[in-house]
């Protein structure tokens, strides 16, 4: 059971560059989220979904997209990076709206 | 919108002593859940207690307990006997009962506590 898992770990982009983030959990969970983490701030929401098939915008939304084709899958895009992007992404999953998100190791992204 | 407040940006401790970690919020929603997350150096976001609003008895897990003052808003983290292995950033998070379809529907962070552990 490895539970949250994130794919990449650390990655470098060029501005402009495209890139999806992948991230996979096995708890069958139906509630999925990508946040980012900013120096000296707390997580904020980019998108998340309350169930495969489905997405939702957001605190913080633009720039950004995601898909959700498989229930255990959840994808974090960046169509055109931005050195406004460079953050580290969190993946978290729950079973429902209300409970215990768990999140996984992060990704820290790097845009020149 | 719901706001949170860590009004400590470090907080210093010797290993085996007790510190608070404070944590106010702002909401109008009456049913509600908080958290506490620990993120270490790893960066790895962990769950170290969570409370709900509905109820009166403050949570507790182990050496972590918090204190929860629902009128005045107040959501404090207590960790006794300090460890080394304490030493993390710590994140207050608020989450709705309520589905908005929008940025509430996910945790609101505040922006954190390092702890420090003296040895």
């Known amino acids: 059971n490895a539970g949250v898992t994130q794919t990449p770990k650390f990655r470098v982009l060029k501005t402009g560059q495209s890139m999806t983030l992948l991230c996979a959990q096995d708890?069958?969970?139906?509630?999925m989220y990508w946040y980012r983490q900013d120096p000296g701030m707390g997580l904020r929401l980019i998108h998340y979904?309350?169930?495969?098939?489905?997405?939702a915008k957001g605190e913080v939304p633009d720039g950004y997209n995601v898909s959700r084709l498989k229930k255990q899958n959840f994808l974090l895009g960046l169509e055109s990076a931005a050195p406004s992007q460079t953050s580290v992404y969190f993946c978290?999953?729950?079973?429902?709206?209300?409970?215990?998100?768990?999140f996984g190791p992060g990704t820290r992204l790097l845009v020149l | 919108a719901q706001t949170v407040t860590q009004s400590q940006p470090e907080m210093s401790v010797q290993e085996a002593e007790t510190v608070t970690l404070s944590c106010t919020y702002d909401?109008?929603?009456?049913?509600?859940?908080l958290f506490w997350y620990k993120q270490p150096p790893s960066r790895q976001m962990i769950l170290v207690i969570r409370?709900?609003?509905?109820?009166?008895q403050n949570a507790t897990e182990n050496r972590f307990s918090v204190n929860f003052q629902k009128a005045a808003k107040s959501f404090s983290l207590k960790i006794s006997d300090s460890q080394l292995g304490d030493a993390a950033m710590y994140f207050c998070?608020?989450?709705?009962?309520?589905?908005?379809?929008?940025?509430?529907?996910?945790?609101?962070f505040g922006k954190g506590t390092h702890l420090i552990i003296q040895p």
């Open positions: 409370q709900e609003a509905y109820k009166q």
């Open positions: 708890m069958n969970h139906e509630y």
């Open positions: 978290a999953s729950s079973f429902v709206l209300q409970e215990t998100q768990y």
């Open positions: 909401t109008s929603e009456s049913d509600y859940y």
């Open positions: 998070a608020y989450r709705s009962l309520m589905y908005s379809g929008g940025g509430a529907d996910g945790l609101t």
């Open positions: 979904s309350v169930g495969e098939g489905t997405t």
